[in-house]
């Protein structure tokens, strides 16, 4: 799945598996690092490679983020590129395109034009995406709709070649470990509350997830934020934002888990960690 920020390529990997394993938000860039969800039906597996937006690098964050999406290009046997049909194409989606180009005639490319059913002119929308990159089929969808994602699905099954299984049939539907879902989950519902720069300046990291004697999961994520002007933002007053993010964070969990969660959250200042790129190794991405 590739496309520039806030096109729906999470949503669409959520609904084609029917479980979430990516995190979504209203927020550009919530995704950072590419994420793997598997769909195994019968004798037949597909793997979705969910990527972040495609973006002009501005620091070392960003950096990894589309190297992120050129790796996860050099490995795939079919594209999914997404676009949103409420708006004609962008700088962002141009450069999609161009990364595209080379790899035309070598995997199938699929133009997917998503949130159809909230574009004025999709129709007009889609070809001027078409123009960027000519020859490719194309689908209107809403990642939304359960019926526009199967249908979806079962196409790129018919366009994959055959091969071993990549994951064993009982395998999860999501390659994420625990530890680095409840980092996102937390990461995602800070986002959602967070206004301005804050929310791409934050960081989470899993620093404890135990079952204890009582049956109950302790799971503490850290949230890395960059100034120390930004805590005090995070926290709200009286803590009132940061219980909000626990409580919504929380819920999540414990449909994940099936187990009750005592979350704890803990506000650390970490300077500059977007721009440097040992921090970047110590918060997991690398």
Same mark, same amino acid.
């Given at each position: 799945?590739?496309?520039?920020? !806030? ?69 795939? !046997? ?150 120390? !002007? ?41 300077? !500059? ?14």
């Amino acid at each position: 799945m590739v496309g520039k920020p !806030n096109v729906g390529k999470s949503t669409l990997v959520n609904t084609m598996l029917g479980v979430k394993i990516a995190p979504i938000s209203p927020k550009p860039q919530t995704t950072r690092k590419r994420v793997r969800g598997i769909h195994t039906e019968g004798n037949r597996q597909i793997v979705f490679v969910d990527t972040p937006g495609w973006h002009e690098a501005a620091d070392a964050l960003s950096e990894y983020m589309i190297r992120q999406i050129t790796e996860a290009l050099a490995e795939v !046997n079919l594209v999914l590129w997404l676009v949103d049909l409420r708006h004609p194409p962008t700088h962002e989606d141009e450069l999609v395109a161009r990364a595209l180009r080379p790899l035309k005639g070598q995997v199938p490319i699929i133009l997917v034009g998503n949130k159809a059913d909230a574009a004025k002119y999709p129709e007009a929308a889609m070809q001027a995406y078409a123009e960027l990159l000519p020859g490719l089929e194309s689908r209107m969808i809403s990642a939304q709709n359960e019926r526009d994602a199967k249908a979806l699905r079962d196409e790129v099954l018919a366009l994959l070649p055959e091969g071993p299984f990549f994951f064993p049939e009982d395998y999860a539907k999501g390659d994420q470990t625990p530890e680095e879902w409840a980092a996102e989950i937390v990461r995602e519902e800070a986002m959602k509350r967070l206004k301005e720069e804050i929310p791409y300046s934050i960081a989470t990291k899993t620093e404890a997830f135990e079952l204890r004697d009582n049956g109950t999961f302790y799971i503490q994520v850290n949230i890395y934020v960059e100034r120390e !002007n930004h805590k005090p933002i995070l926290i709200g007053a009286g803590g009132r934002k940061l219980k909000e993010i626990g409580a919504a964070a929380r819920k999540q969990l414990e449909v994940f888990l099936a187990r009750k969660v005592y979350l704890d959250l803990q506000v650390k200042v970490y300077p !500059n960690w977007r721009k440097d790129p040992e921090a970047l190794r110590e918060l997991g991405y690398h």
